[in-house]
């Protein structure tokens, strides 16, 4: 292992490369994009759930002052493509399947003028039965919604955010609005339950939830250069997803579809592509610059957001504190397309806790509401929750300390997780170490209220997160005046191009401020897997060391030449080569650039792509700890104090793993106490903007303190893990956990509401 | 050698990759740009050649509505900057010194608005004393312009044509309009010409010329998505010679400025930047997109024409036709800044015959005219007129047919060229053996007039240039849908990117319609030298195929893989890989491409940056034929035919370089024939638009036949050498020889007008 101490800038805490663009306003969005002749599109949504159009009639919209066109699903070249998912679902054919599906497009010189417009659009919906809730949706009398299955063709971009196609499908032969049912399955439940002592059994509730990403989906499309070619610049987790689904669905090659990433102001999964088919289509039909902006009301009622959950869970664990069985069936609300990730299911319910026993089924479940999509960890949290609910259900029966009951069941490396495969090097133990030794836990039955109507508790609970991991390519040139160009295919939603460059610094022996890092676009810039699923930084260092390493080598040929010295013997300091030790003949990397880019017979430009490609992840583990303090007359909840620790890997830039921390423990906090989309019986969201869609304001949170956990991984580049996924993990768990230490009280539902909490203690 | 036989595309002729768009209008070029909130510059010229700047009233200017901002040099960041080159002088400070020389700019609102207000600029100019014509400023009565040198700062831009530093300076002590004086001197001159039988002496004169371009120089400039960077859209040659200089004159660092390269209307060494600088300064001043495009008059008066020469030579040859002695005196008027490129006068005029006993005298002289710039193989076209027609003169006397008098005495591979070096690997003989046997010389003594006052005559001429060459990057990749995408630094202004397709198509074995290229920008493309001097195709064509064989390879690992089978055992056909001849079971390298990117573990994308780096130049010869008919009667010149045998070395791309022969070959007989600029005694152009400045019709020329001669190079990729120069070079010297058969005059002034070759036919 290489420690932080060998390192010069890596593994140093270094500020965030665009905050002060960002900081200042001055970091371009789509939204803040001007192209001349820039036409403006808005949506006509359906605010039926399910209902046949019998027509539309545009003539009011197209008679308004600035309108240019109205569109419905056959004015466009995607109109023969089958829909099966949102992204597909470009604009509603014949009927609509979920409220918030795109029945028509306005396109005006104004996005005021469009937005006038849309209200003109006049839409004969003949209503339909809505199937809405998802266990009605199960019931032998619920209409079918896909009597035929889903329709194929093409991929699901939503999908893309960490799934796993692990588990046994159990086959269904009848229609039923179950789309797909897996098991997740090892050892003798029966025997496992009969070896056990004391048993939890709990069903637990999760409600859907928004992303809610400050900036709404947003793209511009324009007639590209060549003939036939189209430019989008988009607010995307993935420049290569968007392009390929684009290019699918307009009939297009992909090289005749240039994603150019713009700054994303939030992702969280779910934004790999979904209006850019639609914007794309108009600007290649119109052949000039068209805009689409989703209002917040528009975004939330048509995004994929994270669906809801039930988790019957049954646990039981032996006398002498050991997990005996795991038993759990897990229902997800898929809304109308496809969105699966049982594979995740499984492999976390089964793969916290060595346990031999353990069957763990998961069906996802069709209703008339958008798609459900990936969240930031997509499936974990509530996994989470209700495992971890459990665990200290048991601990409590056997009077066990939580924190002793998981060091002793928690897995180690070569445990086997959920999908029966075994964890490769990770460091949950050391997590689990660090949070015993630490203040908050030590002092976690001493309360600091003087108020006798507040009962304070802490919980605790463990996350983990397998991470995945995609080849990537990288770029590094030296420029000549010593400028170090780093060309990447990742998109920065969260740092990661912080911590890139420092890589290339130090190889270099340059100050970061010396690398700019270049964000491609599909046309000139090197591959990288979307950036989702924590996967980017691992998976796209090891490209950028390998290009910083052979640029390092280009530059020490040709000074070992200049200097007269061997190659060995030099080093590359301040921005320059020189021989080790020796500064005052130093000669500047630009310099070096300059002489190999100009001299005849030279050494080329000093340029390398270097390629990575992991072998396995680099799973990465996090121990969360939450202090509460509840009301017992109004039930109300205030979190005190919240503790992560999280086994990095290696830091490669501990500023923004603290960043990434923080924000995650948050969003976690916040879906324990505050998110909840609802949608009534007729299938429309009821909470469809920011005024009535609850989450948190700055003030409304704790402090949280990050505690960094350095086990390295033995694939990940310098060590490193994955970081973005873990921190929302655990953090809905550790609060329930410390709800029942504060008045003993088992939340079974998401969010905890203080009038539910309320009523909970009442019966308690 | 390999030859064209052994190859699939390549060496086999294909279409220009982006005729298509340029046929039917869609290619976008730099004044097709619309941004939103864009401005737009018009410069106000000086139609003083030399004169103080009192004063510059803007208010009846501003007052213009539309009207956004007028700036003289001290409103802009590069005030401070030294004058000292076309580039430099931003905006003239104080005084002007040329002729079209930008004294203040406005900015507006549209392009009719700005051009409007600057009728109202009311500049107050005090006339000072003009050196306009070239051989009076080198008198000792004339004034002199550099009293103390030409002020030193930066490099100029508009010597990267080609340029050579060779050859010893005489020592100027006394201050005067000659600039540099350099000589290239080899033997004994006086036993030279002791030994020689017949000696041929004349003066020859050559006029200013205009690279006429069909597009003007236009640039749009705006402020990029980071603080403090600028994005300059620009016609240019070379985008990294444009970053450099607007960095500089804006004290920017290079990595702020991106320069993307757009389609070029025609550059011919013009347009290495010119009002970039400017354009940017105005961008970021007013935080605005600003757009310039010079009118035709405005691009006449104030760009870098090629300067008029002056060329005393002296030739002797003995009495069984060896060149015996070349002595010559050189002028070349540089206009107000230097544009030196003494060097290929002394490597031409010594080097394309055998001679032992040469010196060559190469003089630059100051006058108040626009600095002269590059224009296609600069200084070699006058050269060779005045080389070509002594050697027909002495072949004449000796009663030597002119050819064989060129094939005795012409240089082969490890002759010396006038700078002393061994030409290497050249095929001036194949070429003359060549036109040898073409029907056009073998019946150059038929005529097909049937009017007798109209004769005949067939001239012929060889030319040379060296050619520059540099290194190179150039980036490979292979996408899923099996696009293969490369990526170069080069900007494709003679179709060069039409033959870098073939490469990559004929190492993976696709159809070059699936490679798409990509002309980089300065921020994410790979380095190439500017595209001058003849040097790009020579120069990135080796970086394209060491890119395109680690691509090869990456394919073929991941096929043998897949395949089961071993790499040496499979090839790439059809844009599949397959084991040889097997193509059953043939796997599409779009397929190979995603089972590298995305399978863990894996090969990483399929992608390399390959580097060139040639060791030496690959020089390339030509030999034209010219028919023409004269009348007698009225001295109008009919070209009726013209043959040009040129030395390829490889032809990537015949189709490419036929194109490449017949545009040259024509501006070579335009110059002959057609081309001059005249300034009038006070320095201001007389034909300062294409009314009156006259060049060809197609309807004025005649047919053109190009005979590819394939000598291969030691040194160019796949044997290649340079085409570019070389089709320019002997065109109007043919032209001079063809007259002379014809009517038996000697004409030693170009253009060759109608009433002067009457005037001299009626002395001779």
Redesign the interface.
């Known amino acids: 292992m290489t420690l932080n101490a060998d390192y010069t800038v890596l593994g140093k805490g270094r500020k965030l490369i665009?905050g002060?663009?960002k900081v200042?306003g001055?970091?371009?969005f789509t939204a803040d994009l001007?192209?001349?002749?820039?036409l403006h599109a808005r949506p006509v949504l359906s605010f039926y759930a399910h209902a046949k159009i019998i027509g539309i009639n545009t003539d009011a919209a197209l008679a308004m002052p600035g309108v240019v066109a109205v569109f419905t699903a056959n004015d466009l070249v995607t109109k023969d493509r089958v829909i099966n998912s949102r992204s597909s679902s470009v604009l509603a054919k014949d009927k609509v399947v979920f409220a918030g599906e795109f029945v028509a497009v306005v396109v005006a010189t104004s996005d005021a003028a469009a937005q006038d417009a849309v209200a003109l659009v006049e839409v004969d919906f003949d209503p339909l039965p809505v199937v809405s809730d998802m266990m009605a949706a199960l019931k032998p009398e619920s209409p079918i919604i896909w009597q035929h299955g889903v329709p194929q063709e093409g991929a699901d971009l939503t999908t893309l955010h960490g799934n796993s196609s692990d588990g046994e499908d159990t086959v269904q032969t009848i229609a039923s609005n179950m789309l797909e049912v897996k098991n997740f399955v090892r050892g003798d439940l029966t025997a496992g339950f009969a070896a056990s002592s004391v048993i939890a059994q709990h069903t637990y509730e999760t409600a859907w939830i928004h992303q809610a990403y400050l900036e709404p989906h947003a793209v511009v499309a324009e007639p590209g250069?060549?003939?036939g070619q189209i430019n989008v610049y988009t607010s995307t987790q993935g420049q290569y997803a968007v392009r390929?689904e684009v290019?699918r669905l307009l009939s297009l090659?992909?090289?005749d579809v240039k994603v150019i990433p713009m700054n994303v102001g939030g992702g969280f999964g779910a934004k790999y592509g979904l209006i850019d088919p639609l914007v794309a289509a108009l600007a290649l039909k119109l052949q000039k610059p068209v805009k689409m902006v989703l209002s917040r009301t528009e975004d939330m009622m048509t995004t994929t957001p994270a669906s809801a959950s039930r988790l019957e869970l049954k646990t039981g664990a032996s006398s002498d504190g050991r997990v005996m069985a795991i038993e759990a069936k897990v229902y997800f609300d898929n809304g109308i397309y496809p969105f699966g990730f049982p594979g995740i299911i499984g492999m976390l319910m089964g793969g916290y806790y060595k346990c031999d026993n353990v069957a763990v089924e998961v069906v996802q479940v069709s209703t008339h509401k958008p798609q459900a999509g990936a969240y930031r960890a997509p499936g974990a949290p509530q996994v989470t929750f209700a495992l971890e609910s459990n665990i200290d259900e048991m601990a409590a029966a056997l009077n066990i300390d939580p924190l002793e009951f998981r060091l002793k069941n928690g897995v180690k490396t070569g445990d086997l997780s959920g999908v029966g495969r075994a964890w490769t090097k990770i460091g949950l133990r050391a997590c689990l170490e660090k949070i015993g030794l630490h203040p908050a836990w030590l002092n976690r039955h001493q309360s600091s209220s003087s108020d006798p109507d507040c009962l304070e508790g802490v919980g605790i609970a463990i996350g983990g997160w397998p991470g995945g991991?995609?080849?990537?390519?990288a770029?590094c040139?030296v420029?000549?005046?010593g400028?170090v160009?780093l060309?990447v295919g990742s998109v920065d939603i969260s740092g990661v191009h912080s911590s890139l460059v420092l890589i290339a610094a130090e190889q270099l022996g340059v100050n970061p401020d010396a690398v700019?890092i270049?964000q491609?676009d599909t046309?000139?810039?090197?591959?990288a897997p979307a950036s989702g699923g924590s996967q980017v930084t691992v998976s796209v260092s090891g490209?950028v060391q390998d290009a910083s390493v052979q640029v390092r080598n280009q530059l020490l040929e040709v000074a070992a030449l200049e200097l007269e010295a061997h190659k060995d013997d030099l080093e590359l300091e301040n921005g320059a080569a020189q021989v080790k030790g020796v500064p005052e003949k130093a000669i500047a990397i630009g310099q070096l650039a300059r002489l190999?880019?100009?001299?005849?017979?030279?050494?080329?430009?000093i340029?390398?792509?270097g390629?990575?490609?992991?072998?396995?992840?680099a799973p990465g583990f996090t121990v969360q700890l939450v202090r509460v303090s509840v009301n017992k007359l109004t039930g109300v909840i205030t979190p005190l104090e919240f503790v992560a620790v999280q086994d990095v890997g290696f830091a490669l830039n501990p500023t923004l793993i603290e960043g990434q921390m923080h924000g995650g423990n948050a969003q976690g906090l916040s879906m324990g106490l505050y998110e909840a989309m609802r949608y009534d019986s007729s299938g429309v969201l009821n909470s469809a903007n920011f005024l009535e869609y609850h989450f948190p304001r700055a003030t409304d949170l704790p402090p949280f303190e990050a505690v960094i956990v350095q086990e390295p991984s033995d694939s990940g580049p310098f060590g490193a893990r994955i970081v973005g996924e873990p921190p929302i993990i655990a953090s809905a768990a550790a609060l329930a956990n410390a709800i029942k230490a504060a008045v003993g009280v088992r939340v079974l539902e998401l969010p905890v509401r203080p009038e539910q909490l309320w009523k909970l203690m009442q019966t308690t």
């Open positions: 665009d002060l663009e200042t001055h970091a371009k001007e192209l001349a002749q820039m250069a060549r003939l390929n290019a090659k992909q090289s991991f995609s080849p990537a390519g770029v040139r420029d000549t005046d400028t160009r060309h700019q270049v491609g046309e000139s810039g090197p591959y490209a190999a880019q100009t001299k005849a017979g030279g050494a080329g430009p340029v390398a792509e390629r990575s490609a992991m072998k396995s992840g």
